[in-house]
């Protein structure tokens, strides 16, 4: 399931994200994140306002935790489906649209989810997501090589962000 997941959800998300951390000055994050400490943090202000409207939502570092959500989503969707049968929809429709939703929101819920390992960096993140047929026509999706694969990115607006303090 993971692997299909991935193939047919993961690799073509239009989900992209933009980690803070409640703690700035962490040497771990200066190892993995600066450079190997030679780079350079920049504390803006999550309070800001934004010109886009991202999704705000806190990291899930819990294994449990992150189970019990993806358990919720699911269960949630699954009595909807039901509710909807009952009423009268098609069953074939209905799957349709609750098979869709749960993906969309599996994609967002995940890219909230990380090891127990990192729950030191106490991270925030604003994830932009977007749907296919519902892309602004200014938005330009652009690639990078990292890990040896081409990764999808955005540029975010943050120029009315608050910069609060660089380290």
């Not at 933009?18 to 200066?30: A, G, T, Y």
């Not at 994609?107 to 990380?114: E, G, H, I, P, R």
């Not at 607006?157 to 380290?167: E, G």
């Amino acid at each position: 399931v993971q692997k299909v997941f991935h193939k047919y959800f993961s690799e073509p998300s239009l989900s992209f994200s933009i980690s803070f951390s409640e703690h700035p000055d962490l040497p771990r994050q200066w190892q993995d994140y600066a450079s190997g400490g030679t780079g350079f943090v920049l504390g803006w202000s999550i309070d800001s306002e934004y010109p886009e409207k991202p999704l705000p939502m806190w990291v899930t570092y819990d294994p449990i935790r992150q189970e019990s959500l993806i358990d919720g989503l699911i269960e949630f969707h699954f009595d909807y489906f039901g509710h909807v049968v009952v009423k009268g929809e098609e069953p074939l429709r209905a799957w349709t649209r609750v098979g869709l939703s749960l993906a969309i929101m599996l994609d967002v819920v995940l890219q909230t989810f990380k090891e127990t390992k990192w729950s030191s960096e106490a991270e925030f993140r604003y994830v932009y997501q977007f749907f296919e047929g519902y892309i602004p026509i200014e938005r330009t999706f652009k690639t990078r090589e990292g890990c040896g694969v081409q990764k999808r990115y955005i540029d975010a607006d943050f120029s009315q962000a608050a910069l609060r303090r660089v380290l």
